[in-house]
T-cell receptor
Framework: SQQGEEDPQALSIQEGENATMNCSYK?????LQWYRQNSGRGLVHLIL?????REKHSGRLRVTLDTSKKSSSLLITASRAADTASYFC????????FGSGTQLTVLP | DAGVIQSPRHEVTEMGQEVTLRCKPI?????LFWYRQTMMRGLELLIY????????DSGMPEDRFSAKMPNASFSTLKIQPSEPRDSAVYFC????????????FGQGTRLTVV
C-alpha cells in the first residue's frame, strides 16, 4: 500500500499537554508531509520533511522521520484548544497519498 | 492570490444526473490534484495533472468519472451518471512542483446524490 497509517486514530488531551501522532508506511518515499484539516474545511499543509532529513521544526511542531523504520512522528507542544483537528501524513512517491488521519481533541 | 477555488461548495443531485465540479488552481502552479474524501475510504487520489496533462488517473473509480484541464487555470471533474455511492467531499489541490511539493487545497465540494 502507498498509504501511510496514522496512529492513534483518535487522541484526546488537555490544553497545555503535548500531542504525538505517528505515521508508518511501507514504500520508499521522496518526502513526507503533514497536513491538518479542521472540520468541514480543506487540508492545510503543516510541514514537509525530505527523505534525507531526520528532524524538522516549525513553531510548536516537531516532525521526525526514520526511513529505516519507515515511520514519522508529529509532535505538537503546549497544545491549545484551537489545535483540535484531524492530522494526516502524506507520502510523496510518484503521487501524494494520504493516510486515514488522527483526530486530535484538545480540551480547554 | 485567493487560493484554490472550487465550485459549487455544495451540490445535491438526483441519481442518474450529470454532475460537474470545477476548480481554479493557484496561478503559477503546474500540478493539480482531485481527491475524494469519505468516512469509509478516507482521502483518495482520483487524478493528477501536470502542466495540464493527466499523469495518473488510476484512482478514477470507473468510466462514469472524467476529468479535464483545458488550460492552466481551470479543471473539471464530471460524473455521469451519478450514483448515491458517489456522495462525498471532493477536493481540488494544486502545487508548484509535482507530487513532491506542498499542496494547497480548496475548500471542497460536498456532493450528495439522492
Amino acid at each position: 500500500s502507498q498509504q501511510g497509517e496514522e496512529d492513534p486514530q483518535a487522541l484526546s488531551i488537555q490544553e497545555g499537554e503535548n500531542a504525538t501522532m505517528n505515521c508508518s508506511y511501507k514504500t520508499s518515499i521522496n518526502n513526507l508531509q503533514w497536513y491538518r484539516q479542521n472540520s468541514g474545511r480543506g487540508l492545510v499543509h503543516l510541514i514537509l520533511i525530505r527523505s534525507n532529513e531526520r528532524e524538522k521544526h516549525s513553531g510548536r511542531l516537531r516532525v521526525t522521520l526514520d526511513t529505516s523504520k519507515k515511520s514519522s512522528s508529529l509532535l505538537i507542544t503546549a497544545s491549545r484548544a484551537a489545535d483540535t483537528a484531524s492530522y494526516f501524513c502524506a507520502l510523496s512517491a510518484r503521487q501524494l497519498t494520504f493516510g486515514s488521519g488522527t483526530q486530535l481533541t484538545v480540551l480547554p | 492570490d485567493a487560493g484554490v477555488i472550487q465550485s459549487p461548495r455544495h451540490e445535491v443531485t438526483e441519481m442518474g444526473q450529470e454532475v460537474t465540479l470545477r476548480c481554479k488552481p493557484i496561478s503559477g502552479h503546474n500540478s493539480l490534484f482531485w481527491y475524494r474524501q469519505t468516512m469509509m475510504r478516507g482521502l483518495e487520489l482520483l487524478i493528477y495533472f501536470n502542466n495540464n496533462v493527466p499523469i495518473d488517473d488510476s484512482g478514477m473509480p470507473e468510466d462514469r468519472f472524467s476529468a479535464k484541464m483545458p488550460n492552466a487555470s481551470f479543471s473539471t471533474l464530471k460524473i455521469q451518471p451519478s450514483e448515491p455511492r458517489d456522495s462525498a467531499v471532493y477536493f481540488c489541490a494544486s502545487s508548484l512542483g509535482q507530487w513532491d511539493t506542498e499542496a494547497f487545497f480548496g475548500q471542497g465540494t460536498r456532493l450528495t446524490v439522492v
